[in-house]
């Protein structure tokens, strides 16, 4: 395994957190995400956000499932390389629309 040259603490120490969702880089992983998803889900919604425990982009994806480890399956490998490669969480959280509009009567 090579060394990180931007690790996700490098971000937060160097002060860029703001930065990460309007980094190009990071634009175009998160749309690499999205696009395996609406592959497989043409009818998907997609909310993108900072999160911070841990840091990083978070996406969630809600389309009409019950079952939402299917969905997960599809992302976990990229997922994992995007972490070891870019130093950096791109996370896709599957979410049924039920969720969703619960979430806003709420």
């Not at 997960?72 to 996370?91: A, K």
């Amino acid at each position: 395994s090579r060394m990180q040259t931007t690790g996700l603490l490098d971000w937060e120490e160097s002060g860029m957190t703001k930065a990460l969702l309007a980094d190009k880089k990071i634009q175009k992983l998160v749309d690499e995400l999205c696009e395996i998803v609406r592959r497989r889900y043409p009818e998907v919604e997609f909310e993108v956000y900072e999160g911070y425990e841990p840091y990083g982009i978070y996406i969630h994806a809600y389309a009409d499932i019950d079952d939402t480890v299917d969905m997960l399956h599809l992302v976990s490998d990229r997922m994992t390389e995007i972490i070891e490669d870019e130093g950096v969480i791109v996370g896709v959280i599957p979410l049924s629309k039920k969720e969703k509009q619960v979430r806003l009567i709420a």
